[in-house]
C-alpha cells in the first residue's frame, strides 16, 4: 500500500464524490472543495448506463439508486414524420442489459452519502481560482475570497466543464461552446414505454422524453441559444403547440407547463485535453473530456474515471507513475467517446441540411448488419473499449 497522501478534490460532482470517497477509504486525507455554497443536486435527469452501473455496483448503492430510477431499455429515435430512425435496444449488448433513467439528485444523494461515511474534509463555499506550487511539488489552492487551501500532495481536478483547475493550470486544452443547447424540464408524468424516445426534424429540431423513477419524467428541446429570445417572444402557447405536434405522448408533461420559468436553457462544451495531469495535478470527468450529451455518457465516464484514479493510486507508489499508468487506461476508451460524440453532435443539432439528410437516409440502415447493431448498443451502453477492440473490463 503506498503511502497515506493530502489530497484536493477540487468539485463535489459525480466525479468528485466517488473520488473523494474512495481515496479516503484508501487511508488518504482528502479535502473536496466545493464551489457551491450549500451541497446538492443541479441538473436534469440522466441515463445511468451499464459502465456507470458497474461504478454503484461496486459501490453498493446501485440497488438504492435503481430503486427510485426508471429502467430503460432502448434509445428510441423518430422523425417528426412518424417514420422510425433509430432503434438501439441495450440487450443487443449483452442480454438483460439496460439503462436507468434517473433525477441526478437520487444519484447525488447516493454518493453524498458515501463521502459522509468516510472522514472527508468538505469544504463549501470555496470556488478554487489559483494555484501555487511549492519547490517540493506540494500544491496550495486559493479560493475566490483568497482564503489559502493545502499544502496538497496530489490535487484532483473534477470541477466539471468549466474547470478553473483546468484553466489556471497550465494545461494544453481546447475548448469550444456549442451553438445549440437543451431546453428542459422535469415534472410528474407515469405510464410512458421504457425507452428514451427522441423526435427529430431537419438539423436542429430535437425532441427528448425520458421517465426518470418516482413518478417522474425529463422532456427536453433542443435549441439554438441565440433563437431562444424569439421563442420566448412567440409565446408559450406556440412553443407547447409546436411540441406536441413532435410527440403526443408528451401531452401529460406539458399541461403541467404554465411559464417559461419552469423551463431551464443548458449549454454543452467540448474539452479536449492533451495530457490530463500537470505536476501534481490531474483532470478527471467533465473537467478533462467534457462532451455534449447526444449519447448520454458524461456521468458514466465521470465515474469510471474516478474508479480507475483512485485505482492506480493504490497500485503505485509514485503519484506520476500512478497518473502515467491511470491515462494509459483511459485514453483510447474516453478519445473513442469522444470522437463519436462529436461526429454525431452536428447531425442532430447544427444548421446544416446535408447532415440531416444523411442522418435520416443511413440511420434506419445501420441496424440492419447485426455486427453494426452490437457495436452501437455497446457503445451506447458506455461499454466499447475504443475504435478498435470490444468491450471494456472496468
Ligand atoms: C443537458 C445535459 C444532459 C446530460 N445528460 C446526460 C446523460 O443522460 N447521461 C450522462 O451520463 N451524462 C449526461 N450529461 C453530462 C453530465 O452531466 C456530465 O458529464 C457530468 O455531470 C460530469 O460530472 P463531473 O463530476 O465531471 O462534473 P460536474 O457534475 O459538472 O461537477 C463539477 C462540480 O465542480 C464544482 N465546481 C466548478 N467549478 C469549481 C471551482 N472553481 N471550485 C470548486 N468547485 C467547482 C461544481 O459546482 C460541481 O459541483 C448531460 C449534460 C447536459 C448539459
Keep these: ?18 473520488a473523494a470517497y474512495l481515496l479516503a477509504r484508501d487511508g488518504h486525507k482528502v479535502a473536496i472543495l466545493e464551489r457551491a455554497a450549500s451541497l446538492g443536486p443541479i441538473g436534469a435527469g440522466v441515463l445511468l448506463q451499464a459502465s456507470g452501473q458497474e461504478i454503484l455496483r461496486r459501490l453498493n448503492v446501485l440497488q438504492r439508486v435503481a430503486d427510485h430510477a426508471a429502467p430503460i431499455d432502448e434509445l428510441f429515435a423518430r422523425q417528426a414524420s412518424g417514420r422510425t430512425m433509430n432503434q438501439t435496444r441495450f440487450a443487443d449488448f449483452a442480454p438483460g442489459t439496460i439503462a436507468y433513467g ?83 424540464m422535469i415534472a410528474p408524468g407515469e405510464g410512458l414505454p421504457r425507452r428514451l424516445l427522441q423526435v427529430v426534424k431537419g438539423p436542429s429540431r430535437l425532441f427528448g422524453l425520458l421517465p426518470l423513477g418516482d413518478g417522474l419524467v425529463t422532456l427536453y428541446w433542443g435549441l439554438r441559444h441565440a433563437d431562444y429570445p424569439a421563442i420566448k417572444a412567440r409565446g408559450l402557447p406556440a412553443l407547447k403547440e409546436e411540441l406536441l405536434a413532435f410527440a403526443p405522448e408528451a401531452e401529460g408533461v406539458l399541461s403541467q407547463v404554465h411559464g417559461f420559468e419552469q423551463l431551464l436553457l ?57 497518473f502515467a499508468a491511470f491515462q494509459d487506461r483511459q485514453r483510447d476508451y474516453i478519445r473513442y467517446y469522444q470522437h463519436v460524440t462529436g461526429f454525431l453532435a452536428p447531425f442532430f443539432q447544427s444548421d446544416s441540411k446535408i447532415l440531416a439528410l444523411g442522418r435520416d ?34
Excluded at 463535489?12 to 464524490?17: L, P, S, V, Y
Excluded at 454543452?268 to 478527471?284: E, P
Aim: net charge positive; hydrophobic share 45%; charged share 25%.
Design 361 to 394: 437516409v443511413v440511420l434506419p440502415l445501420l441496424p440492419r448488419v447485426p455486427w453494426i447493431r452490437r457495436q452501437m448498443a455497446m457503445t451506447a451502453c458506455g461499454m466499447k473499449r475504443g475504435f478498435l477492440g470490444g468491450a471494456i473490463e472496468i
Design 102 to 184: 434517473v433525477h441526478r439528485g437520487v444519484l447525488f444523494t447516493a454518493l453524498q452519502e458515501l463521502v459522509a461515511k468516510e472522514k472527508i474534509d468538505v469544504r463549501s463555499g470555496c470556488a478554487v481560482d489559483a494555484r501555487e506550487v511549492a519547490s517540493d511539488g506540494t500544491v496550495t489552492l486559493i479560493d475566490a475570497a483568497g482564503r489559502r487551501h493545502g499544502p496538497f500532495d496530489l490535487v484532483i481536478g473534477a470541477d466539471g466543464s468549466r474547470s478553473r483547475v483546468r484553466d489556471t493550470g497550465g494545461f494544453d486544452a481546447r475548448v469550444r461552446d456549442y451553438a445549440h443547447g437543451t431546453l428542459w
Design 1 to 18: 500500500m503506498p503511502s497515506s497522501h493530502r489530497i484536493a478534490v477540487v468539485g463535489f460532482g459525480m466525479a468528485g464524490a466517488v
Design 266 to 322: 443548458t449549454g454543452y462544451r467540448r474539452v479536449h485535453v492533451r495530457r490530463w495531469d500537470s505536476g501534481r495535478v490531474i483532470l478527471i470527468g467533465d473537467a478533462a473530456h467534457a462532451m455534449s450529451p447526444h449519447l448520454g455518457q458524461g456521468i458514466n465516464l465521470a465515474m469510471i474515471d474516478a474508479w480507475r484514479l483512485a485505482e492506480e493510486l493504490r497500485r503505485h507508489e509514485s503519484i506520476e507513475a500512478a
